[in-house]
């Protein structure tokens, strides 16, 4: 069984730039949630995709977009970033309507903003 | 909503002590819950989980029992050791949603 990975593991860019993140969900798995995790901080919800689409959103503005594939792995993209955007992101994927099953997380992504 | 709320931390404990982390929990349904517990450097692990009323969740010497008449899944272990030191996170995912809800971390320190 092939666990969730994240790519990259590090990041540095510059206010402005734009950014995409890589996740590739655990096999047997059709949904994937991003959170972004402040330092000291607990994991607060970006959004999740099932079947491509977009399935809920938390509170973040829409410089945040993301896209699911077809084989359920998915990206996020964040535009005209911001030092408030240095945080670690995190992918986890679950098997939707199975409401008892985990989420299981990637290692993330470490994203610095200079 | 949805909401899980865990004790603020840090929790400093010696080697052998008793733990406890305090998580209760408002939900719309009959939501399952979870601990998931965080390693410096890592994603999210999940620690134990409970789907029902009275199920009691376990792993690694770590317990939960949900209560319903309480809202509430407290993390407890007899006896902790060092490399339990992580941070802690109270979840539920309610079956009228499958966007998950977490609660902010309890950071814990046990020194030998």
């Known amino acids: 069984e092939t666990g969730v990975t994240q790519s990259p593991t590090h990041l540095i860019k510059t206010r402005g730039q734009q950014v995409t993140l890589r996740c590739s969900s655990q096999?047997?798995?059709?949904?994937v949630s991003w959170y972004q995790q402040a330092l000291g901080q607990g994991p607060q919800f970006i959004f999740q995709?099932?079947?491509?689409?977009?399935?809920g959103r938390g509170n973040f503005p829409p410089r945040f977009s993301g896209l699911q594939f077809p084989n359920y792995s998915s990206e996020l993209n964040v535009n005209a970033l911001e030092l408030d955007d240095s945080a670690l992101y995190l992918c986890?994927?679950?098997?939707?309507?199975?409401?008892?099953?985990?989420?299981?997380f990637g290692d993330g992504t470490r994203l610095s903003i200079l | 909503g949805d909401s899980v709320t865990q004790m603020e931390g840090p929790v400093t404990l010696s080697e052998e002590a008793f733990l406890t982390i305090n998580c209760t929990y408002t939900?719309?349904?009959?939501?399952?819950l979870f601990w998931y517990v965080q390693y410096p450097g890592e994603g999210l692990q999940l620690l134990l989980k409970?789907?029902?009323?009275?199920d009691k969740g376990s792993n690694k010497g770590f317990e939960a029992t949900y209560r319903k008449e309480t809202t509430s899944f407290h993390l407890e272990k007899g006896s902790v050791q060092v490399s339990d030191s992580a941070v802690y996170f109270c979840?539920?995912?309610?079956?009228?949603?499958?966007?998950?809800?977490f609660g902010r971390g309890t950071s814990l320190i046990v020194h030998p």
């Open positions: 096999s047997g798995h059709n949904t």
């Open positions: 409970a789907t029902k009323a009275d």
């Open positions: 986890a994927s679950s098997l939707r309507g199975d409401s008892n099953q985990p989420q299981h």
């Open positions: 979840a539920l995912s309610d079956r009228g949603s499958y966007i998950p809800t």
């Open positions: 939900a719309t349904g009959y939501p399952s």
């Open positions: 995709y099932y079947r491509e689409e977009e399935n």
